[in-house]
């Protein structure tokens, strides 16, 4: 038993010296794609992807970002520092409402993005799940709590990123989420030019 236990302590070493690591995880989803899809057609459906990613993926590296998995119509995407996430979320937005000026209301991108930040298991070398851990579990439940057109974060990330005169937000609310004893605390990102002006002051809970 001395072994075997002086074995995982070792082994619970390498794996947070060397798999561990500091990130900020985004999840992307477009709105309303399934009943899209089940109105316009798999080929429109698809061809809606194909211009989703063209306008998505190249911000997402633009701001240091990488994709990690792309599942349907979701997008997971994770950043070595906060700040970018948050401002690849924002160009992310207004990129697809610059798009949608051009198209029918029908054909118009809609996404709603959750992040969170803080310690993930990396591992380079997997072909699949290379990203995985509480924090990408998170970030994908708070995007499930936006709506459309909506970039919400959560605590952890908001103490990071409000010293930023970048990045405007307001306290959203507190959520129950599966597996969390305590409510948690969501941030929503003012990105259009008409919530900045209707909010001079952003109202933000006090931590």
């Not at 610059?98 to 993005?113: G, L, P, R, W």
């Not at 005169?165 to 990102?189: N, T, W």
């Amino acid at each position: 038993i001395e072994k075997i236990l002086l074995e995982r302590e070792r082994l619970d070493k390498v794996l947070q010296d060397e798999y561990k690591k500091e990130a900020t995880i985004l999840f992307s989803d477009i709105c309303g794609y399934s009943r899209y899809v089940d109105k316009m057609g798999d080929i429109s459906g698809r061809t809606l992807l194909i211009r989703h990613n063209q306008i998505v993926m190249p911000l997402v590296e633009a701001h240091n970002g990488r994709v990690v998995e792309v599942i349907g119509d979701a997008v997971m995407a994770a950043f070595n520092e906060p700040l970018n996430a948050v401002s690849a979320a924002v160009a992310m937005q207004k990129g697809l409402a610059a798009h949608n000026i051009d198209e029918a209301n029908a054909d118009s991108i809609h996404v709603k993005i959750g992040i969170h930040s803080g310690e993930v298991l990396v591992d380079e070398q997997a072909t699949f799940q290379s990203l995985t851990g509480d924090v990408a579990i998170v970030a994908h439940r708070i995007q499930s709590q936006a709506e459309k057109d909506q970039i919400l974060i959560s605590k952890d990330l908001y103490k990071k990123v409000c010293g930023d005169a970048e990045i405007l937000c307001r306290f959203h609310g507190s959520v129950r989420m599966k597996g969390k004893a305590e409510p948690q605390d969501l941030y929503r990102i003012l990105w259009r030019d008409e919530e900045i002006i209707s909010e001079e002051t952003p109202q933000v809970r006090v931590l």
